[in-house]
């Protein structure tokens, strides 16, 4: 799995940081998306799967690998 | 089967196909467009900062990989709970075996708004048709100061244009963010150049602007009526379904056995507030899609929706977030920060406890704490302070 945050469009919500917080993060200043590990490990994919529906900004994208 | 092709109708279909279910999955739209997302188009898409395509949900590529049959540009106009069947509008019966209804919401009007210059923002459609009238030195008016017009005003005045927002409320806002919020607000689009006009009633949409409720009329290019909006149910009637303010559902998102409602169009009884609650806001809509998803698969194990519902809305520089439920607060603290810094955590009260939180311009980790606090049903005592007496 491979992690895609396509950053102008996120829009600081902070639901993806409460589902998979290993895997992303925000930024301090104005809570805009990080991408934590581009790549995470099987455990995490269902959560990242989740974040990635949940995201009220459409502005992660999974690509299965 | 799944009607709405939008944020709560996708969400539903896409949690069916990546929970397993590999059967038939029929999502109907009335718009012609793929799925896409509402919250930019009083954003980007208005400013002009976004072309259209960039409004879409999915990728085309992943929406080909979910193998949807897609019926878009056909509204639902009936169903027949009995037969199972869903008419559409081209004299089509598509039969189902589990219904998910998503038909969102409609923009309440006014009289005398079909007009040339007269606008409301629901689809991508309107968005596309208002940014064509936008410009420098032209006269916007928009009626209702509620987070649309709000938020259409700001992008206007960012393109220079002359902007009156007129509101019947004496503050903007105020049962959904509270009075001393909504007065911030106010201030914010004054301090932006903004003609905010409250306690005003507009009765229609007239030639060369919109007449008020004394008579006068306010001059106008261009006129956003940004009142409300209405529930889609109308093809509900007669189903034998339950339409209120919405298609009501119980604690499951359930409105018939096998029938699930989803996203702005339903009214669900929320267990972590005990209160029924429709929500327009975009977070609920994928949320809810996803929950009745979940439930319609494995009626065995469904759960009761209780989410903390979230939004959030752009005006100018400020970004407004909020978590939990705000409406029928009985007070509100101001808990982090100030409200005079336009930088600030504000606690809404219901009964003894912290029901919600609304933030500008704070920490994501303060937010996050303060959100939790809500989902776990914090006492106020404990996490604000004092009740403060009715009144006081």
Redesign the interface.
């Known amino acids: 799995m491979r992690v895609e945050v396509d950053v102008p ?1 996120c ?5 993806c ?2 589902i998979a917080p290993d895997v992303f993060d ?3 200043e ?2 805009i998306v990080v991408l934590l590990d581009e790549k995470p490990p099987a455990a995490l994919h269902a959560d990242v ?1 989740e974040s990635a ?2 995201c ?3 502005a992660i ?1 999974v690509v299965e690998e | 089967m799944v009607v709405g092709a939008s944020a709560a109708g996708l969400a539903a279909a896409e949690t069916l196909r990546r929970e397993g279910y590999e059967g038939t999955i029929t999502l109907i739209g009335e718009e012609p467009h793929h799925p896409y997302d509402r919250p930019p188009l009083s954003k980007q898409i208005l400013g002009g900062q976004w072309e259209a395509d960039r409004v879409a949900l999915r990728a085309p590529a992943d929406l080909d990989a979910l193998g949807l049959e897609l019926r878009l540009g056909t509204a639902a106009t009936g169903l027949d709970l009995a037969g199972r069947t869903v008419g559409l509008a081209d004299g089509a019966r598509v039969p189902y075996d589990g219904l998910v209804i998503a038909t969102g919401v409609r923009p309440r009007r006014l009289p005398g708004d079909g007009g040339e210059r007269a606008h409301v923002l629901r689809t991508l459609d309107d968005a596309l048709a208002l940014r064509d009238r936008l410009g420098p030195g032209r006269r916007l008016v928009v009626v209702g100061a509620g987070f649309l017009g709000a938020e259409a005003a700001a992008v206007a005045r960012g393109l220079g244009m002359e902007v009156t927002l007129l509101e019947p409320a004496p503050v903007p806002l105020a049962p959904a963010v509270g009075e001393p919020v909504g007065r911030m607000l106010a201030e914010v689009h004054h301090d932006h150049g903004v003609a905010l006009r409250t306690g005003v009633t507009v009765t229609e949409v007239a030639d060369g602007g919109v007449r008020l409720a004394d008579g006068t009329l306010v001059e106008a290019d261009e006129v956003l009526v940004s009142i409300g909006s209405v529930p889609n149910t109308d093809w509900l009637e007669g189903s034998g379904l339950t339409v209120g303010d919405g298609l009501e559902c119980d604690e499951y998102s359930a409105a018939a056995p096998g029938v699930y409602g989803a996203g702005d169009v339903a009214r669900w009884h929320n267990p972590l507030f005990g209160t029924a609650m429709r929500i327009e806001h975009r977070t609920n809509a994928t949320e809810q899609g996803m929950a009745v998803a979940r439930n319609l698969l494995r009626p065995d194990e469904r759960r009761p929706f209780a989410p903390v519902p979230y939004f959030w809305s752009d005006q100018y520089d400020l970004r407004i977030q909020a978590h939990g439920r705000l409406r029928g607060h009985e007070e509100i603290a101001v808990v982090e920060g100030a409200l005079e810094e336009r930088k600030f955590l504000a606690a809404y009260r219901c009964g003894d406890r912290v029901a919600g939180v609304l933030a500008v311009g704070m920490p994501p980790r303060t937010v996050r704490t303060w959100r939790q606090a809500v989902a776990t049903r914090a006492a106020w005592r404990d996490a604000v302070g004092e009740l403060v007496p009715e009144g006081a």
């Open positions: 469009k829009v600081a919500s902070g639901q940081v409460m925000q930024r301090e104005d809570g799967r529906v949940v009220p900004a459409a994208r």
